[in-house]
């Protein structure tokens, strides 16, 4: 299965994964898995720590190399994810989540994702 992280969870993973629920750290060790970050999570990390947002506090560059070299899947933004969040309700408004959803939708991929917004969108959304 491949996995997609959202921000969050792709921040836990490389610096606090005692945040990550005992689920989130199976499914993440799950040698089967194939784990996949968006560009979108990483441009809203570089946009969210130049703005000194406390919670986005890492460098984007080194996170980028860390995941790259722990195996995880880049997951580039296309026009087709872009037109997909066209489709999607109105349940989230921050555009960093409905790219995500939308990438999900359109690559077959399962989101793991801790937001409560996130969740509650149809499809290939996993609560952890």
Do not use: C
Not at 62 to 91: C, F, K, Q, W
């Amino acid at each position: 299965m491949k996995l997609l992280l959202d921000t969050h969870l792709l921040l836990w993973a490389a610096g606090a994964p005692d945040r990550l629920s005992a689920e989130a750290r199976s499914l993440l060790s799950d040698p089967d898995h194939i784990l996949v970050f968006s560009a979108a999570s990483l441009w809203e990390i570089a946009i969210k720590a130049g703005l000194g947002r406390a919670d986005f506090k890492v460098d984007p560059h080194l996170l980028r190399r860390g995941l790259i070299e722990n195996d995880y899947e880049e997951l580039p933004i296309t026009s087709r994810h872009a037109v997909a969040v066209s489709g999607l309700p109105e349940i989230h408004r921050d555009p960093f989540d409905r790219i995500l959803v939308a990438q999900a939708l359109v690559e077959g991929l399962t989101l793991l994702t801790h937001d409560p917004l996130v969740q509650a969108y149809l499809g290939p959304v996993k609560a952890v």
